[in-house]
């Protein structure tokens, strides 16, 4: 090999070494920005659960995976409980206090939009997923739905995090 | 060694356990005497009264629910949130024998509670009368 030929073969291996590097970051920018950056983290309950999450936030609700919504909207939630989407759901401050750092610890990791909306159905994610495209908006209106905030009624497993399409079955 | 600090880690964990539990459980008497002493002193008492306690259980106040909204006119009987639709275990002891039996959590929902249906907390002589009331409600 010439000395000419080396150096463009070495070129040629630092422009692609480069390429290879950059691919991941680039990927990841496009994932982050998924939904305009308003995308849920992984939804799965987290393996380590909390008890006062899992008794004080399933008393009204299905106690919502942490990783549907971003840190800040947690922090937001949990500020506001005494005014809770129009009840008194407040709590005593160590149980807020406790329940707050565990949401916040598994808060999505893909947001990456400066919202923080305090409702789940609110985000980008959420209504792309549920558009007038994915679903008849008929099934909004069956009173075995009631609302978008009744995640279990089409999402059977909707109390572990998992909304897989597979577990998704509409009530009729 | 590792069964025995496995067995010992289980043990720690089931005090720990036990520990989380409420550290007070009460009879709903004794949480109605609890009431009693905080209600002790103030302006204008009266002698708990379950017909007062009844007739504010059943009437609206300052908001569009009252407390029969969710737990029925029959506190015996399972209720259903009237937003939410969710279930609602018996509100009287009578028929839940685990109603009025942890402080903190008689704490936690009568300030919801009366919040939701009074947009105000509940004054003791308030609470005393529906649980006087409640305590009357046979299954």
Redesign the interface.
């Known amino acids: 090999m010439s000395i000419h030929k080396q150096k463009t073969f070495r070129a040629l291996a630092v422009v692609l070494l480069a390429m290879g590097a950059a691919m991941p970051a680039a990927q990841a920018d496009n994932d982050s920005g998924k939904y305009g950056g308003e995308n849920r983290g992984k939804p799965l309950q987290p393996a380590q659960t909390n ?1 006062k999450f899992q008794q004080e936030c399933s ?3 299905i106690a919502y995976s942490p990783g549907l919504l971003p840190a800040e909207s947690w922090r937001k939630v949990m500020a506001g409980l ?1 005014k809770h989407f ?7 401050a160590q149980d807020n206090k406790e329940i707050t750092a565990f949401l916040v610890n598994n808060a999505s990791n893909r947001w990456s939009a400066p919202t923080a909306p305090l409702r789940i159905s609110e985000a980008a994610w959420f209504k792309r997923e549920h558009d007038g495209r994915e679903i008849n908006p008929e099934v909004w209106k069956n009173p075995k739905v ?2 978008p ?1 009744n995640c279990a009624a089409c999402h059977t497993q909707a109390e572990r995090g998992d909304f897989s399409e597979r577990n998704i079955k509409m009530p009729r | 060694m590792f069964r025995e600090l496995h067995v010992l880690g289980l043990a720690l964990a089931t005090v720990a356990g036990l520990m ?1 539990q409420p550290a007070f459980a009460e009879t709903s008497n004794e949480i109605l005497a609890s009431i009693q002493k905080e209600a002790a002193g103030t302006p204008g008492l009266q002698e708990f009264s379950s017909a007062h306690g009844e007739s504010f259980f059943k009437v609206k106040h300052a908001n569009e629910w009252s407390c029969a909204s969710c737990h029925t006119e029959n506190p015996a009987a399972p209720g259903k ?1 009237a ?4 279930a609602i275990q018996p509100l009287a002891p009578s028929a839940n024998a685990e109603r009025f039996t942890n402080p ?1 959590k008689v704490a ?1 929902w009568f ?3 009366c ?2 249906v009074l947009n105000r907390i509940c004054t003791p002589q308030e609470k005393g009368d529906v649980l006087a009331y409640l305590l009357t409600v046979k299954k």
Do not use: I, Y
């Open positions: 008890a008393t009204c609700h005494d129009g009840s008194d759901a407040s709590l005593d009631k609302s905030a | 989380a949130h937003k939410t639709g969710k903190k936690k300030k919801r509670n919040n939701d």
